[in-house]
């Protein structure tokens, strides 16, 4: 089974850009596709986006979507989620999760995570 770690989290002004990584291990690795969730404090986990393990195709929650960019490198078995013109809203744990059949945006279907990492923007 595949194991994820996120990095890249971190704080940032409103308007500015940050990028995190989703290290995927194990030698299944490139057989998963891949999903990036947020949780902020005192709300339930939301969906950002989705990588299929081909990389052909990607999926944005509408809050996030013309803003966020998700990639994966195959070589580096890394999934990317570049986030761009972040706003205070944007403050969240931010969780990579993987799945072979492809990633729901029903958090609760997925079992496999990251232990995620904090992004904070402030005003």
């Known amino acids: 089974q595949v194991q994820l770690v996120e990095s890249g989290g971190g704080l940032v002004q409103a308007g500015g850009s940050l990028r995190l990584s989703c290290a995927l291990s194990?030698?299944?690795?490139?057989?998963?596709?891949v999903g990036w969730f947020r949780q902020a404090p005192g709300k339930e986990r939301e969906f950002v986006a989705a990588i299929r393990r081909s990389a052909d195709s990607a999926a944005y929650g509408s809050s996030v979507r013309g803003r966020f960019a998700v990639s994966r490198d195959q070589a580096k078995n890394t999934v990317y989620l570049q986030m761009n013109r972040l706003k205070p809203e944007d403050t969240a744990f931010y969780y990579c999760?993987?799945?072979?059949?492809?990633?729901?945006?029903?958090?609760?279907?997925?079992?496999?995570w990251g232990q995620g990492t904090l992004v904070t923007v402030s005003a």
């Open positions: 999760a993987a799945d072979r059949e492809g990633i729901s945006t029903d958090y609760r279907l997925l079992k496999i």
């Open positions: 194990g030698r299944t690795a490139s057989s998963y596709a």
